[in-house]
């Protein structure tokens, strides 16, 4: 397979994640980033050896295949369709926008001109999700029936150098986080049918206790205490948590029960961690990640504590599935359709009834065994 060319629009925090990413990988090379501060991706492209473009120009460059666009929620959507206009593939972190209807857009608009959307998160892809899976689907809990999701905290801006966005349209809780969770639910368990929930505002302003910004004040604008329910296709209901106005707690990021047993999977935040399976009511045993990629540490949080966090795979994977004429797993019908069920809990809390979801998406194919991003290649090559 030849490497592919990539675009950055939007040069903030989490811009490093996905140029440290691609400088490690041979399927993809980035060759110019943009930002609306001309000096921000100056700044950039000084550090990681790149071109420092406008907009316009990276649009326009004939080498770029995919942009990856990673501007602020309530820009996702006029970016997106800026790009595929542009005749590009389109790639963003979640949400896919701010809004629903926006959402819907920029895939039509894709499907429209036979251009690919892809969106974050790819945390899925991780060793730890992929095994999670991997036992579902061989049975070793039954049939799952039931489950639990807790995203709790005391939100953002107690470390983010600019937090305010989180408390506007497209942020809080459910809208940032939520996704890691729900791509995961429907990873393992397929589509979501049916949501109930109600929302609350715990604070209505916070304070910034974070650098450069520390005392300053956000008025918030969007819930930060979101309590639901799910109801897959399959049949399986869970309750969700999530939550930025919580200290401390004890529960675990996603526990599912099964007819024969039951599973804990770690945070979706991350690629790695241990599962936990208890098969009936046997004692809790590790499942085995090995044989799976993306899920050595490779960062060490600001905590000190390592991580997995390989945080560019589905651009990876969308790169190799458009030379080998597949389907990519972080797809935007799988993106539409977590952000339609992300959307449901606040309409469900305002409507005072449950919501079913209309959009439908395939569950993305499991990722085959390996080390590293030689499994998005050999093994799918098209003859």
């Given at each position: 397979?030849?490497t592919t ?8 925090n ?64 006029s970016?997106?369709?800026?790009i ?23 895939v ?37 029936v039931?489950?639990t ?36 639910l429907?990873?393992?368990l ?37 309590n ?19 200290w401390?707690h004890?529960?675990?990021?996603i ?22 399976i ?14 799976h990629?993306?899920?050595v ?5 600001g ?17 190799s ?50 080390s ?12």
């Open positions: 397979m030849g060319t990539i675009g950055i629009i939007g040069c903030g989490i811009s490093d994640a996905y140029l440290k990413g691609a400088a490690a990988s041979q399927l993809i090379k980035v060759k110019a980033c943009a930002d609306l501060r001309p000096e921000a991706a100056q700044a950039k492209a000084r550090l990681y050896g790149i071109e420092a473009k406008s907009v316009e120009a990276l649009l326009a460059d004939p080498e770029i295949e995919i942009v990856i666009n990673l501007t602020v929620p309530a820009a996702h959507a970016v997106s369709l800026q595929l206009n542009a005749g590009k593939h389109v790639y963003l972190e979640k949400p896919l926008s701010a809004q629903l209807a926006d959402a819907r857009a920029v039509a608009s894709a499907d429209a001109k036979g251009l690919r959307v892809g969106c974050a998160p790819d945390t899925f892809f991780g060793a730890s999700h992929q095994a999670a899976r991997h036992a579902i689907d061989g049975g070793r809990i039954g049939q799952p039931g489950g999701v807790a995203v709790l905290s005391h939100g953002m801006e107690h470390w983010h150098p600019n937090p305010g966005f989180f408390f506007k349209a497209g942020g809080g809780p459910i809208l940032d986080l939520g996704p890691y969770y729900i791509t995961q429907v990873n393992m397929g589509p979501v049918a049916r949501v109930a929930g109600v929302t609350t505002i715990g604070n209505a302003t916070r304070t910034i206790s974070s650098e450069p910004l520390k005392g300053q004040s956000i008025d918030v604008e969007v819930p930060t205490t979101v639901g329910l799910l109801q897959f296709a399959s049949g399986a209901n869970l309750t969700l948590s999530a939550s930025w106005d919580v401390r004890q529960r675990a990021p526990e599912i029960y099964g007819t024969e047993g039951s599973m804990l999977v770690p945070d979706p935040n991350f690629f790695g961690g241990t599962p936990m208890s098969e009936r009511d046997a004692p809790w045993q590790p499942l085995d990640i090995s044989a990629p993306f899920g540490n490779n960062r060490t949080k905590s000190g504590e390592a991580v997995a966090d390989y945080r560019i795979v589905g651009v990876l994977d969308m790169a599935a458009i030379q080998q004429g597949r389907a990519h797993r972080a797809s935007g019908a799988l993106a539409l359709h977590v952000l339609e069920v992300l959307e449901a809990f606040e309409r469900s809390s305002n409507e005072g009834r449950h919501i079913v979801i209309e959009s439908r998406c395939e569950r993305p194919e499991a990722v085959p065994l390996g590293g991003e030689e499994v998005f290649g050999a093994a799918y090559a098209v003859a």
